[in-house]
């Protein structure tokens, strides 16, 4: 009897009671689930980055970048194209391409712009601009447009205070100065010159109406690269990024704004 006194003294000391296994496992359950939801929400919230950055991107791409597999870049997709977050339309090749169908490119939606911060006040905003133009018409919408980016020209060419002559070196200056500003940038070489993209407009939304925003802005830009510009694309218009095409030996700005709108997507 004191043998089986000790051993069931043992027991009890080494072997927790039922209860407090089950609180123990719940506990140690309930946290791995929110770890695990953590994990789910961060890498969602980087893959929202990174197409609020690059505008239309691949799953292979996105994947790439975050180190995850096809079948986890996958998933992760398509619950946000279930949750109608992102669409996928099929890549535009150019030139000749290879067999089979084109990959899916996948962007953000407008709601999920909207979600990311991006369209405060836009409603206020709009109907400010109406007013402006019901009194003043589009003159006036045209000098307020141009005013309110002049605060943001005078900014970009302080930093680019040390950019040099050169309008594609100035480019990427640029790009650096308006991803300062928000406007996630980057600027590119091509074959025919430069390209500048802008993959978040803050305005987007005013501008889809009021297209002297656009203007304004590519004016802005004209002059701050030192060089007649092309816009291609505008988020405005319903493009993933606004495109600017900077030519290669283009004439030297002069005077007044020489900015030309091409739409390359209709």
């Not at 290669?248 to 997507?265: E, M």
């Amino acid at each position: 009897m004191k043998n089986a006194a000790a051993l069931s003294g043992h027991q009890s000391a080494a072997v927790p009671a039922v209860g407090a296994s089950a609180s123990a496992l719940v506990t140690t359950t309930s946290t791995a689930l929110r770890a695990g939801t953590a994990t789910e929400i961060s890498t969602r919230d980087r893959v929202t980055q990174l197409l609020l950055e690059r505008g239309a991107t691949t799953a292979a791409q996105l994947g790439a970048v975050l180190g995850l597999s096809p079948a986890a870049i996958r998933r992760h997709l398509d619950a946000m194209l279930a949750d109608g977050d992102v669409y996928a339309r099929e890549q535009t090749v150019q030139g000749s391409r290879g067999r089979g169908r084109p990959a899916k490119v996948f962007m953000l939606t407008e709601a999920a712009r909207v979600r990311c911060g991006t369209h405060h006040y836009d409603n206020m905003a709009t109907a400010a601009l109406r007013w402006i133009a019901r009194s003043g018409g589009s003159d006036a919408v045209e000098a307020f447009a141009t005013e309110q980016v002049s605060a943001l020209e005078s900014r970009c060419r302080a930093a680019m205070e040390d950019a040099g002559e050169d309008p594609l070196a100035r480019a990427e200056a640029l790009a650096s100065a308006l991803t300062a500003e928000g406007y996630a940038a980057n600027a590119t070489t091509i074959a025919s010159g430069g390209q500048l993209c802008q993959h978040h407009c803050p305005v987007a939304h005013v501008a889809a109406e009021f297209p002297q925003l656009c203007e304004a802005e590519t004016a802005v830009i004209s002059r701050l690269v030192g060089t007649h510009v092309q816009r291609l694309a505008t988020i405005a218009h319903g493009d993933g990024v606004c495109t600017t095409h900077i030519p290669t030996q283009p004439g030297r700005v002069q005077s007044g704004n020489p900015v030309t709108t091409v739409r390359t997507d209709r």
